[in-house]
């Protein structure tokens, strides 16, 4: 049995669906463990080695019978893991000590952007947004809709973007400038994604109408702007030589000149030779300046037929010129009259095989040159088969990758010849290697052009191009910040990517307090808690600014359900920092009728938890929220608790002013008034009676000039009536009593810190002073008359 066969996983966050479960395997690799598994199996992954080493080499036995194995719990902000070591029987409990600490590793799946690498993907994604407009108002849905030439030359367009910005970086990447930190990528990154996005371009992405056009001279532009050979300190050697041809790398640079279709280099050294010793290389170099310069490009003519008329004709120069050096004596070929051997007829012969365009002299000299077969391809089009089209550029490839292969070492060398061999899910394969950002921007440009299969794999979840947008999209969640970033990429990608996106805006960090002692810091909109001191200061503006945010995003993608979620969620946390009244507000967003419920119910608590000035304060809070929470379509059940609420609040108010200017003159009437119209107004609720009525007899106790009118009185009576009604039962025994008991005194025990008991008494003083105030007001009734 294989030493780790129990793996226990944190389950407190249910795992993303679709994303990739670590298995034991992998542990074992990052924990540097050793790892039985049958000779035959292999296992193919990228892995971090955890140090220091879990266990020393040897003691693995010793770990597996001491009952422990290896558990990882996946933290439900980014792609960040805890590796531990845990009981294999995670139901025992063991109560003998751990002999020794266990060290804890924390690792992430995937490096997080930084320094430049932030900048790159934050601006490319608005490239990727605009792809996916064009995709919608196009009609992705249409299998044609790529070939449409509008269509197509905004594909193009973007894809140059691409290209443009990465250049961007790569230089900025070059430039030796003081940086406050470090790059993260070198410009050699950016340089291969440079060359391989815009290799992308040229290949699979012409301009409308030259598709079928031939594709030599763009694949020569392509390789002078990426890989600049022969280099120009060889040139600025050779110009400063008074005879530069007796200068060993003067025919291999003029004759790489000529094979990378540089006329003006190759005449000015041409030139030159003018005075070399021999007079037949004297007039053959003469006679092949004019014909260099007047080879014929394809950019230059209206049409593919005007070209290949005039390159029959420039070909047939170049016979003539073949002719002249065949008449030139054997004996006088390969030495001048200093008898100095150079060789000079076979070089200049070669270059005459290059432009007869014979294949044999072009695969020999590119690789006597060093060149690769890259360079192979693009001479090809220009001197072997000047109508060589894009879908006959493979059968070449396979040809020059036989005399000279391509690296396999070197991944941008292998994205590069699978994009030329039209293998699109290989170049995607090493590309993800490379980087991952490039595999899953060309991938989405792929699907669109039909090079990939835009229906899912085996499995029947995700296509090739979803699988490495999604993957993409992973490596961007190792930073929770950058959860736009991250949610663009998953919601363009089916539904796998739209369930991957709702787990990612669910864990959004809501934060809302920060130290008062440090400065907040902020990345990418996301509030960050610095630690030291515990006196926190609530900062709603951050939760209302990433709201914002996620409420945008939601209804963008239509995700309804997330974003009422998402509000709840902010409500509790408002609610726990008493900002009640934004927590109505998004309630109210959400619909969620019973949290609006739940926070009158809070409103209320506050009154015995805290007492009545915080109270009054919190009713203050939610009273603006009234007005649209009874347009929203809220129950009116909910709508009258929090009305209540603001009421009683407002009750307090006044009540606590005024009681301490009785003597002045002023009296409780408005307080009583506000009791007796809540009853009369039916929206006090029954629970609240009894609290209501105890404040009644406070308000008369204290100032006895406050009487309630005689219909008045008969209405707080009835209810205090109701109460006893209900509350009867409980000296009985009887269980449906003491519920009711509870329903209608539980409040005012709270209120007064008291038992049933007390709140009995606490009505009995009630109904007394009630009864007095009646027979005042008949007395004062009747003498009024």
Not at 690 to 700: E, F, N, Q, R
Request: proline share 5%; charged share 25%; glycine share 6%.
């Amino acid at each position: 049995m294989p030493p780790f066969s129990s793996l226990s996983v944190d389950r407190a966050l249910e795992p993303i669906p679709g994303k990739r479960v670590l298995r034991v395997q992998d542990l074992c690799v990052l924990l540097q463990l050793p790892l039985q598994r049958p000779a035959a199996q292999t296992i193919a992954m990228n892995y971090l080695g955890l140090v220091p080493p879990l266990i020393e080499s040897g003691r693995v036995e010793d770990f597996t019978k001491a009952g422990q194995t290896l558990s990882v719990s996946q933290s439900p902000l980014d792609t960040s893991l805890c590796v531990f070591v845990s009981p294999t029987d995670a139901s025992s409990n063991r109560s003998d000590p751990t002999p020794q600490e266990q060290p804890i590793y924390f690792a992430s799946q995937a490096v997080a952007p930084v320094s430049e690498r932030r900048l790159f993907v934050t601006d490319t994604l608005l490239i990727f947004t605009a792809f996916q407009k064009l995709g919608q108002t196009a009609g992705l849905n249409d299998s044609g809709w790529s070939q449409s030439g509008d269509n197509m030359a905004a594909m193009r367009k973007l894809a140059i973007d691409y290209v443009n910005f990465i250049k961007e970086c790569w230089v900025h990447a070059s430039q030796p400038l003081p940086r406050s930190e470090p790059l993260q990528f070198s410009a050699g990154q950016y340089r291969s994604l440079y060359t391989s996005f815009s290799l992308f371009v040229v290949l699979y992405l012409p301009e409308p109408g030259f598709e079928d056009i031939p594709v030599g001279e763009e694949l020569m532009e392509w390789l002078n702007i990426h890989f600049i050979e022969p280099s120009t300190e060889e040139g600025d050697h050779l110009s400063a030589l008074d005879r530069p041809w007796e200068d060993e790398t003067f025919w291999p640079y003029l004759t790489r000149t000529i094979l990378r279709g540089l006329s003006k280099a190759s005449a000015f050294f041409l030139a030159t030779l003018a005075r070399h010793p021999s007079p037949h290389l004297r007039a053959l170099a003469e006679s092949l300046i004019p014909i260099l310069t007047a080879q014929p490009l394809l950019r230059n003519f209206s049409s593919e037929r005007d070209f290949t008329h005039a390159a029959h004709r420039w070909r047939d120069r170049v016979k003539g010129l073949r002719i002249e050096m065949d008449i030139v004596p054997e004996d006088e070929r390969d030495e001048d009259k200093s008898g100095d051997a150079e060789n000079w007829w076979t070089r200049l012969s070669d270059i005459v095989g290059i432009l007869e365009g014979r294949e044999s002299v072009v695969l020999r000299v590119c690789e006597d040159l060093g060149a690769d077969w890259k360079e192979v391809c693009a001479a090809w089009g220009i001197f072997v088969d000047t109508r060589l089209r894009r879908q006959d550029l493979p059968d070449i490839v396979a040809q020059a990758m036989d005399v000279l292969p391509p690296d396999p070492t070197n991944l941008e060398d292998m994205v590069h010849a699978n994009l030329m061999s039209d293998k699109p899910e290989q170049a995607l394969e090493y590309a993800a290697r490379l980087d991952l950002w490039l595999a899953a921007h060309m991938a989405d440009v792929m699907e669109r052009l039909g090079m990939v299969d835009a229906v899912p794999d085996e499995f029947g979840e995700i296509t090739i191009r979803d699988h490495y947008l999604l993957a993409y999209a992973e490596s961007l969640h190792a930073d929770a910040s950058l959860w736009r970033l991250t949610v663009e990429y998953m919601y363009a990608c089916g539904d796998v990517g739209r369930l991957r996106a709702d787990e990612v805006l669910l864990r959004v960090p809501l934060r809302l307090q920060t130290q008062n002692h440090q400065p907040k810091l902020r990345s990418q909109g996301a509030a960050e808690v610095g630690e030291g001191d515990q006196n926190e200061e609530v900062k709603t503006g951050d939760i209302v600014g990433v709201l914002k945010e996620i409420n945008e995003t939601c209804l963008e993608h239509q995700r309804e359900e997330v974003r009422r979620v998402v509000c709840r969620v902010a409500a509790r946390l408002l609610i726990d920092a008493k900002q009640l009244g934004l927590a109505i507000s998004y309630y109210t967003s959400a619909e969620d009728w019973a949290g609006v419920g739940y926070v009158a119910n809070r409103v209320l608590q506050e009154f015995w938890t805290s007492g009545p000035l915080p109270f009054t304060k919190l009713a203050e809070d939610v009273a603006s929220s009234i007005h649209s929470l009874a347009e929203s379509g809220c129950p009116h059940v909910f709508v009258y608790r929090l009305i209540f609420a603001v009421r009683y609040g407002r009750f307090q108010q006044i009540y606590h002013m005024m009681r301490g200017r009785v003597g002045e003159g002023l009296g409780l009437g408005d307080a009583l008034a506000e009791v007796v119209g809540m009853f009369e107004e039916g929206i006090a609720p029954r629970g609240w009676w009894a609290v209501l009525l105890s404040d009644v007899l406070g308000i008369m106790t204290e100032d006895p000039s406050a009487l309630p009118s005689t219909a008045s009185s008969m209405t707080l009576l009835r209810k205090l009536d109701e109460i006893t009604a209900h509350t009867r039962a409980t000296s009985t025994g009887g269980s449906r009593g003491e519920a009711e008991a509870d329903d209608y005194l539980g409040i005012l025990c709270k209120a007064l810190n008291e038992d049933e008991k007390g709140a009995r008494q606490c009505l009995q003083s009630v109904r007394l002073t009630l009864a007095k105030g009646l027979a005042r007001r008949y007395t004062l009734d009747s003498g009024g008359k």
